[in-house]
């Protein structure tokens, strides 16, 4: 069965450093997603993406993140300048189309350390 | 998206039917309900959704209740496997999943 895959699966930054975290979606999924979870606490959105545009964001995506789909497969997120309150397990996810009948598929993330 | 209300746990033995209650009195009336899972060290993961019927797959089945305002996830037998986070949300045309804290299932051998 096709998934979604994430690299790396830890990465470790200093705090103020740039890192991009990187997502192959499922190939013919359209519809894409960043999610983030901090130790112990809920899931949460942080930006969709279609056609080549952010579709959604959250208050929590702000001008430190940046999304891109550089190729035809892969999908990233950039965190400009880490914070260490950035620590958490980001996820992506995608989807074939849009709307509430549309499951996602996720990906197994990336623990990304500030330190 | 609607808010739902779910156990924070439950447990069950093993290879033993596991009913996850799930409450969404505020659903409207194009709102799916989708269930994903979160087993350890995992991301979520999909297990099933609805509109009005109740629906089977392999994973589980999932029975809505005739007015819609809540659901139940079902599990025909729990293994050791299935012990993860069990989520109930929502989901409007948007297709922002808004995750809630869900229900830690327990499955005991």
């Known amino acids: 069965e096709p998934e979604v895959t994430q690299t790396p699966s830890h990465q470790v930054t200093q705090m103020g450093q740039e890192v991009i975290l990187r997502c192959v979606p499922i190939s013919n999924h359209l519809y894409f997603y960043w999610y983030r979870q901090i130790l112990g606490q809920k899931v949460e959105f942080l930006v969709s993406f279609y056609n080549n545009e952010i579709s959604e964001k959250s208050e929590i995506f702000d001008d430190q993140f940046s999304v891109e789909r550089p190729d035809g497969s892969n999908f990233t997120l950039k965190i400009r300048s880490t914070k260490l309150e950035d620590s958490a397990m980001y996820f992506c996810a995608s989807s074939p189309r849009r709307g509430e009948n549309s499951p996602l598929h996720f990906g197994n993330g990336t623990r990304l350390t500030v330190t | ?109």
């Open chain 2, 1 to 109: 998206d609607a808010k739902t209300t779910q156990p924070n746990s439950m447990e069950s033995n093993e290879e033993e039917p596991v009913h996850l209650p799930c409450n969404h009195s505020t659903i409207s009336g194009t709102d799916y309900i989708h269930w994903y899972r979160q087993l350890p060290s995992q991301g979520p993961e999909y297990v099933i959704h609805g509109l009005t019927s109740n629906v089977n797959n392999r994973m589980a089945s999932l029975a809505i209740a005739e007015d819609r305002k809540s659901s139940t996830l079902i599990l025909h037998r729990a293994t050791l496997r299935d012990a993860a986070v069990y989520y109930c949300i929502s989901m409007n045309a948007g297709n922002m999943l808004t995750f809630g804290g869900g229900t830690r299932l327990m499955v005991k051998p």
